[in-house]
């Protein structure tokens, strides 16, 4: 069994005065990868630019637009076709020995192959007082050590929007204990690497319809290496696994590889910028 | 204290602790500085001064200037030049040659590995914390095959003579290395005030830099492409570097642009031109990493071209140098730049690197310990000279307490011995005679797909204020025209 996917993107800005040059990139294209498959990609814009599909730093497909007129006003809209196979997320060979896991990720070979989402970044950056947090034990395994974290990350952080912004750091999520999925992800991401396991930032979609916090914006969540295992995804926002419900954009190590719309806009006097979501979901036989 | 008899010599005093480059530890003459020593005698102060008003009106004239910053205006100011030329006779340039390819190399070896395999840190040759702590690696370069297989396609390599006489390595630059205009200039500036001395030396050209520089930027171009169109970008003429940047541009003969004129479509980087588009291949970029693409970096910077990125992701532009190079030039890396030519070329390093003693290693924490009032301590992870004791400048209660700070944190702390760079007899204005002045050496080197290139002279930097050692335009220092003597 699978899901037909279908998901629909919006943004609107507009300028208070015309504006000449301005250079957008959109990070909001589904990943290709074993549980995604691709039927259609459709993008339009309100002015006709030309949608150059490119890739950003991290190999991801984007869109980029460069409009060569000027305007007070622009909007995009891209739409999405996309099969999802059904993913039983607790469907992986765990590995037995623990103690064994435990020792890989000490090793220098492990922490050089995954050294891009084991630093710390400005977002992910624990300060010393908050080191002992969370930390695991070592006698249950790493994927139960990272359910429990997902579990507390749920507890510690109350979803509201509106107390958190783009540039929030852990610091202040764990002080104002309030933040949208962002901060959960970001805050998964810092535990676990103190930890020594491997965290990316994940930026996707996320069904509508099942009353899940974070659905009706681009969410985040996190994907974590268990060793033996592989890369498994965690929604530390909803406390649930990332399943057949994720649809994954890109990942990195924080939102700042993966804000899904960047914009270099030269104007003057104030603009307003609304995003819209819409995530279908049908099941296929 | 001594003094010599030489007509424009005559007030000169040689402080025999010190290395002179033209004389000997006896006073005497270096053998190879006679003939410039006599002709410049023959000279008198006064016609001296005279000359020295000649150089300095014809950089203004020039516009060679560059900009200091902070004070309360911007201020156009020249780069002081001395008319008494370094010479470098062809065994030392040899070494110095040698030594700057040779780092240049392993550098880029160094760097290859780093964005790949990671190698050098598996095998536990440099600890990891060389990428992991550092600012300037750029995970997006990880996995990228730039073209040519060359990052570092021009080093600055900064070396000192030292007080045994031997050279030293100081630092390697291989973001934007600058300065080579006025290696340039400064060569242009000693033919017009000085046209006959040079005569009596075979001296190697200077003014081949700039063709040096296009050929070898030219094997480096995208693949597919025939002849390759090369650009100079810079930040723009508030840019202390600015004059460099148009006078690379007019002597390699190919456009100077800004991030403005330049724009990506299709992952290919293109020139506005009254002529409509024009495809761009190789660009010679002197913006920093993080400004070169607000869509991938920095996202302020009005500096850079949108999409640009992804554009040399994708192997359609070659950038030189390549992003993500910072990470070699940081002071951590320095220290371990022996083992990185050993591991990479196999080969014993030609220059000398200042040997630094790392206190986190039991054995030579005691040493550095024992030695605190000799050596230069700095803390590792701090940049812009913070935390920095100079041994033979602390009191007896400031050396306890630099000890006791290296204790508590033995991982923090390096030592390096002081090093006493050489002097050079300089012309100064506000005595109307020549002094000892230190003296350093900033050397450029190309390198191509398979060939390199390095330019035979450099920029000779001169610490101005009596006994500082700080030999940096923007500290006041000037600079003298190095000649590399042929054989």
């Given amino acids: 069994m699978s899901l037909a996917y279908s998901i629909h993107y919006t943004a609107e800005n507009s300028y208070e005065h015309w504006v000449h040059k301005a250079d957008w990139q959109f990070l909001i294209i589904p990943e290709t990868n074993a549980t995604q498959k691709f039927v259609s990609v459709e993008f339009s814009n309100s002015i006709n630019a030309v949608n150059q599909f490119s890739i950003n730093g991290y190999g991801f497909p984007t869109i980029r637009i460069h409009p060569k007129q000027q305007f007070k006003e622009i909007s995009f809209e891209a739409s999405f076709k996309l099969i999802k196979k059904e993913v039983n997320p607790y469907d992986f060979k765990s590995h037995s020995n623990t103690a064994e896991a435990f020792r890989k990720i000490e090793e220098l070979d492990f922490k050089v192959d995954f050294e891009s989402f084991l630093s710390p970044t400005p977002y992910t950056a624990m300060p010393s007082k908050y080191q002992e947090i969370f930390r695991f034990d070592s006698r249950i395994t790493i994927f139960e050590n990272l359910q429990e974290l997902n579990h507390w990350t749920y507890l510690k952080i109350y979803f509201k929007t509106g107390v958190t912004d783009v540039n929030t750091t852990v610091n202040e999520i764990i002080e104002k204990r309030h933040g949208v999925c962002q901060d959960f992800a970001h805050l998964f991401c810092a535990i676990a690497r103190l930890n020594g396991i491997p965290a990316r930032y994940v930026s996707g979609f996320l069904h509508q319809g099942n009353g899940y916090f974070g659905d009706s914006q681009m969410h985040a969540w996190v994907e974590a290496f268990v060793p033996f295992v592989g890369w498994l995804g965690f929604d530390p926002t909803n406390d649930i696994l990332a399943g057949t419900n994720h649809i994954k954009v890109s990942h990195g190590k924080d939102y700042k590889d993966c804000a899904p719309l960047k914009g270099v806009v030269f104007s003057k006097g104030s603009n307003e910028t609304r995003h819209t979501v819409q995530v279908l979901g049908q099941l296929q036989q | ?487």
């Fill in chain 2, 1 to 487: 204290m001594q003094k010599l008899e030489n007509q424009i010599f005559s007030s000169y005093l040689r402080n025999p602790s010190l290395f002179d480059e033209i004389f000997d530890k006896k006073g005497d003459v270096k053998a190879v500085y006679q003939k410039l020593f006599d002709l410049y005698g023959a000279h008198s102060i006064k016609d001296y001064v005279k000359l020295n008003e000649k150089a300095k009106s014809s950089f203004f004239n020039q516009g060679i200037t560059f900009q200091v910053y902070g004070g309360k205006e911007n201020q156009e100011k020249i780069f002081p030049f001395d008319l008494f030329p370094r010479i470098i006779d062809s065994e030392e340039w040899d070494i110095i040659e040698r030594g700057a390819i040779q780092r240049s190399k392993a550098l880029n070896l160094f760097l290859w590995d780093i964005y790949h395999d990671k190698r050098i840190i598996r095998q536990g040759i440099v600890p990891m914390e060389l990428i992991n702590s550092s600012a300037n690696y750029l995970h997006q370069m990880i996995g990228i095959d730039p073209p040519g297989g060359i990052y570092n396609h021009i080093s600055g390599t900064d070396v000192i003579k030292h007080k045994d006489g031997k050279y030293y390595v100081l630092e390697d630059n291989i973001r934007c290395p600058s300065g080579v205009s006025y290696v340039i200039c400064n060569r242009t500036a000693l033919k017009r005030a000085l046209f006959g001395v040079f005569n009596h030396y075979q001296t190697y050209t200077v003014t081949n830099y700039a063709e040096n520089l296009l050929d070898l930027l030219e094997t480096v171009k995208p693949k597919g492409v025939d002849v390759p169109n090369c650009v100079v970008i810079t930040p723009g003429m508030f840019n202390s570097a600015f004059y460099e940047h148009s006078y690379l541009a007019k002597t390699m003969g190919v456009e100077l642009v800004e991030g403005r004129d330049l724009f990506v479509e299709n992952d290919f980087v293109y020139m506005k031109t009254i002529k409509g588009a024009e495809k761009v291949d190789v660009i010679y970029r002197r913006i920093d990493d993080l400004f070169i693409d607000p869509l991938e970096f920095k996202p302020d910077s009005s500096l850079g071209v949108p999409g640009l990125f992804a554009a040399y992701k994708k192997g359609n532009v070659t950038l030189a140098n390549a992003p993500g190079t910072g990470v070699a030039d940081d002071k951590a890396v320095y220290t371990y730049m022996p083992q990185i030519i050993k591991y990479y070329l196999d080969e014993e390093p030609i220059l000398n690197n200042v040997h630094t003693y790392h206190c986190s290693r039991p054995d030579e924490l005691k040493y550095v310990l024992d030695h605190v009032h000799e050596l230069v301590v700095k803390p590792v992870d701090e940049a812009g000279g913070y935390g920095i004791s100079i041994g033979n400048r602390l009191t007896k209660q400031e050396i306890e307490t630099v000890k006791a700070q290296i204790k508590d944190h033995p991982r923090k702390y390096v030592a390096q011995p002081i090093m006493s760079l050489s002097v050079h007899p300089t012309y100064i204005e506000d005595t109307e005679s020549f002094e000892q002045r230190h003296v350093d050496l900033r050397t450029f080197t190309v390198l191509g797909k398979d060939r390199e290139f390095v330019l035979k002279g450099g920029l000779t930097r001169v610490a101005l204020q009596k006994g500082n050692l700080i030999v940096n335009s923007s500290q006041g220092g000037g600079s003298k025209d190095t000649w590399v003597l042929k054989k």
